[in-house]
């Protein structure tokens, strides 16, 4: 709602999409999105075979550049910029990018090529103040000076009104205060930085004001260099409820309008906690008997359940920003002081500071807990928030332990056993989903590293699952039960290291292994089980599933699972497939 006015004022001027119009992730376009072709589909935003919540290239010639993670549209625009100078094509390129994003080093680090390289670019920062979670930092400071000190525009305004009406020399005045005013405006206004950084500094302006945005945009859309033009917004803008309550309304969510071609989610209401809760929950439990224990997040408060915490220990937890390498290294930091951070981080927020897990975090062998929120089906976020990636990517990270509880009682076992590891990192996966059991008055229990659980006994084959899928592979053991396939169900609830001692009996005890895991397949944990399996003589039949090695589309947890065969119905279906057909080969 607070980019209403600037979307069509970008459109009205610019030539989209011969010039490029480029947004610092999606929930900012969806004005763009209904001015762009999609109005009457719009409904379906969000929802499985509809609108993608973020942009998408394969949606619309008008999507430049897909994001969804913030801070990138700079980075991005400058290379759109350079490409057409390349080309030998005359396009005009605009970057929209919120001041939370600008909490992010990579929009530095593309203010400070882009003033390098010189092309014609245009950077229009929509500073409302707020991004997902209330911002932070320097930076944040540094901009809303303006609000604190209205200063420049108070004195700009009386002093031009009053030189209006000098009965001489009034051209001249004017004149002259168009001189000073550039530096009147550097001493109050913060503009210096993205001048001294090789910016042309344009604003601030009212971004609800339309007229002023469509004659400011049009005086500058021609200046051959770079340009950042500052613009206020309200976040909810015209809308009472979003105006109140921004977090609540930074993205919109699904109306339940059904598509003709799909069918409606099937999600049930959780009935306890979902795995954020719980994790908010525990992390307070414990900061209440250890005062070495702090919560470092990148501008995920809300989302990874952290809001109890920062009320209850302030000095305790932190926001970095939309910084996630810088958290991931701030937390290495502490760890080598004896303090405990717990990094609550998305799975795939995690991936923009890999590097740092590795070489600041495991090389020095730190003990630093992170817990991963929305690993494996994020659900209507689609393919830039499902957690696919982190079992692959952290399953060969040197003396890394990986893990995840398949439900809520499990993840304090695996919380408190975290907090007993001292020499190396920890990490703790789980969905966006309910926690299935969780007792707030329950007891922590200290895992051994590396153990699994037995679930249900069988016969004929194993299935080993991961996470909450276990209750899922339950519900099917008992269907094949009736159907004469006797399954024992493993709770695996490390995923590295793996139960070996578990592991080294399965090849006399069954012919077939399914590992089912909400990960990709490639590099996963079936990956895991199968090469220790052959390494060690195993001569059955072994199925891998989970996520295939092509990107998920955006839909609702039950649908994606379904699409997947991941469900109850799919693994049946599967597994019945595979004892038969494996017998038949046998034979």
Not at 274 to 286: A, H, K, R, T
Not at 424 to 434: D, H, L, T
Request: net charge negative.
């Amino acid at each position: 709602m607070g980019v209403i006015e600037l979307t069509i004022a970008l459109h009205y001027i610019y030539d989209t999409p011969e010039d490029k119009l480029l947004w610092d992730v999606g929930h900012q376009a969806y004005a763009h999105k209904l001015l762009t072709g999609r109005f009457n589909e719009f409904p379906t935003i969000r929802q499985f075979g509809g609108l993608s919540g973020f942009l998408k290239r394969t949606e619309s010639e008008y999507d430049v550049f897909g994001a969804g993670h913030a801070s990138t549209s700079i980075s991005a625009a400058l290379g759109v910029a350079q490409a057409l100078h390349q080309n030998k094509k005359d396009h005009r390129v605009v970057a929209v990018i919120g001041d939370g994003a600008m909490t992010g080093g990579l929009a530095y680090e593309g203010i400070n090529n882009a003033g390098h390289i010189g092309r014609q670019l245009t950077v229009i920062l929509n500073d409302n103040e707020m991004s997902i979670s209330p911002n932070v930092g320097a930076i944040s400071k540094y901009l809303t000076r303006l609000i604190s000190n209205p200063t420049y525009n108070h004195i700009r305004n009386e002093v031009w009104n009053l030189t209006g009406k000098l009965p001489l020399a009034k051209s001249r005045t004017r004149t002259f205060l168009k001189k000073i005013d550039e530096s009147i405006k550097n001493v109050i206004v913060p503009g210096i930085l993205f001048q001294e950084l090789g910016f042309r500094y344009f604003g601030p302006i009212d971004g609800h004001d339309l007229d002023e945005l469509i004659k400011t945009l049009k005086n500058i859309k021609d200046i051959p260099n770079p340009v950042l033009l500052h613009i206020l917004t309200k976040k909810g803008k015209g809308m009472q409820v979003a105006e109140k309550d921004p977090v609540k309304y930074h993205g919109v969510k699904p109306n339940g309008k059904k598509l003709d071609k799909v069918e409606p989610s099937s999600d049930p209401k959780p009935s306890v906690l979902p795995f954020q809760g719980v994790f908010g929950s525990l992390v307070c439990e414990i900061a209440y008997n250890r005062d070495d224990i702090v919560c470092i997040t990148a501008a995920m408060r809300e989302g990874t359940g952290l809001v109890p915490f920062a009320k209850q220990f302030p000095d305790r937890y932190y926001d970095v920003g939309i910084a996630e390498g810088h958290g991931v290294t701030f937390s290495a930091g502490m760890a080598t002081e004896g303090v405990r951070p717990i990094v609550a981080i998305y799975s795939t927020f995690l991936q923009r500071a890999y590097d740092h897990l590795v070489h600041d975090v495991a090389v020095q062998h730190l003990p630093v807990i992170f817990c991963m929120d929305r690993a494996g089906i994020a659900g209507e976020d689609g393919p830039t928030h499902h957690g696919a990636l982190d079992i692959a990517y952290l399953r060969c990270v040197q003396g890394m332990i990986l893990s995840a509880p398949k439900d809520g009682n499990e993840f304090r076992h695996l919380l408190y056993t975290a907090l007993n590891v001292t020499d190396r990192p920890f990490g703790i996966r789980y969905p966006k989903a309910s926690s299935v059991e969780f007792d707030k008055s329950g007891q922590a229990e200290l895992l051994p590293i590396g153990s699994w659980n037995i679930m249900n006994q069988g016969e004929d084959a194993v299935i080993l699952a991961v996470g909450p899928l276990v209750f899922t592979a339950r519900e099917v053991a008992l269907e094949l039960a009736r159907d004469g396939i006797s399954c024992e169900v493993v709770n695996c609830r490390f995923i590295k290291p793996m139960d070996e001692q578990y592991l080294s009996s399965i090849p006399d005890r069954f012919d077939y292994v399914i590992t089912v895991e909400e990960g990709v397949i490639t590099g996963g944990f079936g990956d895991g089980v199968a090469a220790w399996l052959l390494e060690n003589g195993y001569k059955g039949i072994i199925k891998r599933l989970g996520l295939p090695d092509s990107f998920v589309e955006h839909g609702s947890r039950a649908q994606i699972m379904d699409l997947l065969g991941l469900d109850k119905k799919g693994l049946i279906h599967t597994i019945k497939e595979l004892i038969p057909v494996s017998e038949i080969l046998k034979v």
